[in-house]
């Protein structure tokens, strides 16, 4: 899934490797704009069922309404599985600090 929404440099990208988790790549910035997409692809690519890696590094924006996508992404997982981060920056990195969600996304 790739859209960009009018949103210059916002791409948001799944990738399905064979037996291996979907990845998810976000790059941009994430608001009310394009929050619900970046929620969509985690939600879908939680259906895959190998669980969610989540390439954040390229993100030059969060909001609350990026981290509400983040977190429902988390939700749509099954306990067997697990949405990670295994890409971020200062930006992200902050936000989830500052919110206490280190822990439940990493």
């Known amino acids: ?53 989540v390439d954040l590094s390229g993100v030059e924006f969060i909001d609350s309404t990026g981290l509400r996508a983040l977190i429902i992404g988390r939700q749509a997982i099954d306990d067997a599985q697990r949405l990670r981060i295994t890409g971020s920056n200062s930006i992200v990195d902050r936000l989830l600090e500052l919110t206490g969600l280190t822990e439940f996304l990493k």
């Open 1 to 53: 899934m790739k859209d960009n929404l009018g949103q210059v440099g916002f791409a948001c990208e799944i990738h399905q490797p064979a037996g291996l988790p979907a990845v998810v790549r976000v790059t941009g910035e994430v608001d009310a704009a394009t929050a619900p997409q970046v929620q969509e692809a985690l939600v879908s690519a939680a259906g895959f069922g190998c669980g969610v890696d």
